[in-house]
């Protein structure tokens, strides 16, 4: 016998119930397994019904990305990379903005050259004579006029050469004075010929000696009113010489000071008429053909954004036996004095002049990710746009691919934007 919840039963009742216990575990395990399996097959089938759709979808997106690479990834770059800018921010950068369009390209060939006094207009000032400067009165820089006194120099050997004249002068007063007497006395048969002929021969050499002294003076800046002057002047006069300026321009080397003993040949001035300088050119052997007496080239100083444009007037025959190369020269007018003998310059030489389609300012080319680029707007917003270049080393550059005419593209201060783009990509990357 046992119990049950209190209540005997016989051994065949118990074994009944015990069975039937286990029966009913083993049926809700079975409906367990079965009902987990209808919801894995649910899900499964959920999926598979997905499917399709997620192909579709992965397609779909291929062929956007297919179509952006074929358009050269400007959506990418217009979404992800444009910059935006309002009207007063575009103004303080000083954006510049043009319209792509058609130019003339020309194709140019460079040389390289340097600004050099014009050596017409140049001249070096030397004493003539030796002697110690006792005032100066032109200093580096100044300007001068044609005469101008540059400096004063008390001179021994010029007080020499004016008591030279001055005796000779008085011996030709003499020798004139007897001269006259003798001719007279001969005419009246009172004396002998002799005598006239010798009174003759010594005015002669008199003249050749006033004339000799009066010709070392001319060669030191003399006139014949100075030297007719040159008797009512003081013994103090007679040392002083003075420096004076060849034509008018400017003090563009000094060499002397007060109280310094100078030779003859000393250089003690330079003076430049810098109104017209010489662009000297250096024309390689290989590029002689390219340039010819009378050709316009364009004249550039990078360093002081300089340009200006002139005509070749002279191509020297020689070829250097070091450097291999000849020198051609043009003349630039020079008013304002910016072009500065020594300034080292590029010349260019135009070769052809051809139309295309699209072109920008060569100041609009960025270089961006290794690629080149040109900002375009739209609207407030700019885009760096990938192009391929063509023709152009000046003004103005070719775009072959990448920009259309008729687009608004930054044509100056275009690095402001490309550094806002860094800051930008930098912020993105942290």
């Known amino acids: 016998m046992s119990a049950i919840c209190g209540r005997f039963i016989s051994d065949e009742d118990f074994s ?3 069975l039937w216990t286990m029966k009913s575990k083993s049926i809700f395990t079975a409906l367990s397994v079965v009902l987990v399996g209808l919801v894995l097959a649910w899900l499964i089938l959920h999926e598979k019904e997905e499917l399709p759709n997620g192909h579709a979808e992965q397609e779909v997106h291929g062929d956007h990305k297919a179509e952006h690479e074929k358009h050269g990834g400007h959506e990418r770059e217009g979404k992800e990379e444009r910059i935006e800018l309002k009207p007063g921010a575009i103004e ?8 792509a369009g058609p130019a003339f390209i020309k194709t140019t060939l460079s040389f390289p050259g340097e600004i050099q006094y014009n050596p017409r207009r140049v001249a070096h000032v030397v004493p003539r004579v030796k002697g110690v400067v006792i005032e100066v009165r032109r200093f580096l820089g100044d ?19 004016k008591s030279q004249y001055l005796i000779a002068l008085k011996g030709l007063e003499l020798a004139q004075e007897i001269f006259v007497r003798e001719e007279r006395l001969w005419k009246e048969k009172v004396s002998a010929e002799q005598d006239y002929l010798v009174a003759k021969k010594n005015l002669a050499e008199a003249q050749v000696l006033v004339d000799a002294a009066a010709q070392k003076l001319h060669a030191l800046s003399f006139s014949k009113a100075d030297l007719q002057a040159m008797g009512s002047e003081s013994a103090a006069l007679f040392s002083r010489y003075e420096l004076e300026a060849p034509f008018a321009g400017e003090v563009v080397e ?5 109280g ?3 030779t003859a040949e000393a250089k003690v001035y330079t003076i430049a008429d810098l ?16 340039i010819q007496p009378g050709q316009e080239v364009t004249l550039k100083a990078t360093d002081m954004a ?18 291999r190369s000849a020198k051609a020269y043009v003349e630039i007018p020079n008013p304002q004095g910016r072009w500065r003998p020594g300034m080292f310059i590029t010349v260019e030489v135009v070769l052809e002049e051809n139309k295309v389609p699209v072109a920008v300012i060569a100041e609009a080319v960025q270089t961006y990710q290794d690629r080149p680029v040109v900002f375009v707007q739209h609207g407030n917003f700019f885009e760096p746009r990938s192009v391929v270049l063509g023709r152009g080393k000046g003004q103005w550059v070719e775009v072959r691919q990448g920009l259309s005419a008729g687009e608004r593209y930054v044509a100056s ?5 490309k550094s806002e783009l860094g800051k930008s990509a930098a912020t993105h990357q942290h």
């Open 143 to 161: 300007k001068v006029k044609d005469g101008d006194i540059l400096a004063v120099l008390e001179s021994r050997e010029l007080a020499d050469l």
């Open 260 to 262: 310094e003993a100078v």
């Open 306 to 323: 300089l340009s200006t444009e002139g005509k070749v007037f002279y191509m020297g025959p020689l070829v250097g036996q070091q450097t």
């Open 254 to 258: 000094k060499h002397l000071a007060l």
């Open 92 to 99: 303080e950068a000083g954006i510049g903005i043009k319209v």
């Open 16 to 18: 009944t119930f015990k």
């Open 413 to 417: 201060n275009s690095f402001v934007l």
């Open 275 to 290: 109104a017209t300088v010489w662009g000297e050119i250096t024309v390689y052997s290989k590029d002689l053909n390219q």
